[in-house]
């Protein structure tokens, strides 16, 4: 799944809030509850427990940190049946950001019989996604 799309802060707003995947509780409509796992600020390594609930069922990742620059934050989700790497490239958009969000989603073993299916929920997923983030980072704005 891949959005692009522009919001209202400039980058140095929008990185920084993303790279705290606790901050993910807000935008992303799949999760119910992320906790950071480790202390310090964040930075690459930092670890949160996340709990999401799509088309009825619930699972859970831990997500790590794995890159963080000015522009672009890159997190890793695992667990025994999937890997979800959301990667965020973030560059200047006037007095903006443009965003451009892609998650890809590996799923192992047994769980691969369900893709096909699981495709069409991550789309909407992904328009529903793209809504609320936007939502979020432009209240940051203001």
Known sequence: MSRTFTVEPAPDVVVPYLADFGNVEQWDPGTERCTRTDDGPVRVGSKWHNTSKIAGISTELTYTLEQLSADQVVLVGRNDTATSTETIDITPDGTGSRI???????????????????????????????????????????
């Open 100 to 142: 451009a969000y892609t998650n890809d989603l590996e799923i192992k073993g047994a769980a691969k019989l369900a893709a096909p299916l699981g495709k069409v929920v991550f789309e909407k997923l992904g328009n529903d996604t793209e809504r609320q983030l936007t939502d979020v980072l432009n209240g940051l704005a203001r």
